[in-house]
């Protein structure tokens, strides 16, 4: 079955840039799309169609793609800005969606 | 405002069946998709199944094939998930989310729901 792979965990200082990559064969025909959960909360979407941010979500935000990865970058991080990150995009056929498992955002 | 509001939190004991919605409102329901994704205690975002409200058309991913049941009521613009035998290990925070699409495009899973937890334990 078709996997997304990100990495478990990213640990950044206040006001520097996090990169959270995510990886899977289908992402050069396929859009990943980000998302955002705070703990007891829904998750948020922050990104879609590989570099698109919706409406209210801030500018320190942004999304790339190159080959088989994707990339959320976070710059200027803030306290806020703690929480777990999922891409999620579709298989071959665009019948099914898959989530990576997730990366764990810590500001220190 | 596009909204989806799910029902409460549920207790159940192994074997017993369950059926959980998901209200919507404020977009038209019979355009847009609508998905439900499982979360584990502690553990990541796991894609169910969706749904076209307009012909009740249903995809599940193969991990759910056959273990739920997605269908809609047009009628109240509401979505559901069903269970019909209920195990521990469905114990999970279950979400549902419209798939939001602009020209054709997928937009991503916009709105979500605020989640409904659902406990099975003897």
Known sequence: SYELTQPPSVSVSPGQTARITCSGEQLPNQYAYWYQQKPGQAPLLVIYKDTERPSGITERISGSSSGTTVTLTISGVQAQDEADYYCQSQDTNATSSVFGGGTKLTVL | ?122
């Open chain 2, 1 to 122: 405002e596009v909204q989806l509001v799910q029902s409460g939190a549920e207790v159940k004991k192994p074997g017993e069946s369950l059926k959980i919605s998901c209200k919507t409102s404020g977009y038209s329901f019979i355009t847009y998709w609508i998905a439900w994704v499982r979360q584990k205690p502690g553990k990541g975002l796991e894609f169910m199944g969706i749904i076209y409200p307009g012909d009740s058309e249903a995809r599940y991913s193969p991990s759910f094939q056959g273990q739920v049941t997605i269908s809609v009521d047009k009628s109240i613009t509401t979505a559901y998930l069903q269970w019909n035998s209920l195990k521990a290990s469905d114990t999970a925070i279950y979400y549902c989310a419209r798939r939001n699409t602009v020209n054709s495009i997928v937009h991503g899973f916009d709105p979500w729901g605020q989640g409904t937890l659902v406990t099975v334990s003897s």
